[in-house]
Each structure stands twice: as C-alpha cells, then as structure tokens.
C-alpha cells in the first residue's frame, strides 16, 4: 500500500479546507509531526487517527482512503456536502427539498 496517496488525499483536503497543518493537529486532537507524517506518506493513520482527521476535515474516512476503496464517489459527494453544510440554514434546507424532489423524480 503507498501510504503517499493517503497522505496527499489529507493535504488536499486541508488545503481546500484553508487550514495549516498547526490547525489540523489542534482541530483533530493530533501532534503537528503525526500530521507531518501522514501527509507525507511516512506514517499512514491507524483507525482512531483516521476518524479524527476525518471529523476535523468534515469528511468520510472513504474521502481520505479514496485510492484504496473501489467507490471513489464520496469525494464529490463529501465535497458537496462540505459546500451544503457552509450555507445559512434556510438555503441548506432549501436545497435539501430540491435534491429531495430530483431524487424522486429520478426513481
């Protein structure tokens, strides 16, 4: 397993997220040189680890696994989500009964 595409799947995900390694480490709990290794493939996350980077980034664990897990799909969905989730509540709720109605509408 290349513990390198973990590793810069967590970057990514920090980045698009603007934090630094120093907020994730006090976001996730972690020390910054765990951050460090992850993303730079020395280490790769045990579970624990794995779950609170990926609260801290508001993703799946799937997201951050995504090169090794056949449904790559849950990036967009997490990133969407990411986007849904920043919204004021009456837009998210309004976007909700949209998707609502094109899920629906589609089955």
């Known amino acids: ?17 603007k934090m630094t ?19 730079t493939g020395k280490r790769l996350p045990a579970l624990e ?7 801290a980034l508001n993703v799946s664990p799937e997201a951050l696994l995504c090169d090794y897990i056949d449904n790559r799909t849950s990036i967009n969905g ?6 849904v ?11 909700l009964k949209i998707m609502d109605a094109l899920v629906s509408a589609a089955g």
């Open 21 to 39: 390694q120093v907020m994730l480490a006090e976001k996730s709990g972690l020390s910054e040189m765990a951050i460090y290794s992850y993303e």
């Open 78 to 83: 997490n990133s969407i989500l990411n986007k």
């Open 1 to 17: 397993m290349e513990y390198s595409m973990v590793g810069k799947r967590i970057k990514e995900i920090r980045l698009e997220n």
């Open 49 to 55: 680890p794995l779950v609170l980077l990926s609260n």
């Open 85 to 95: 989730n920043s919204l004021p509540e009456q837009d998210r709720d309004r976007i």
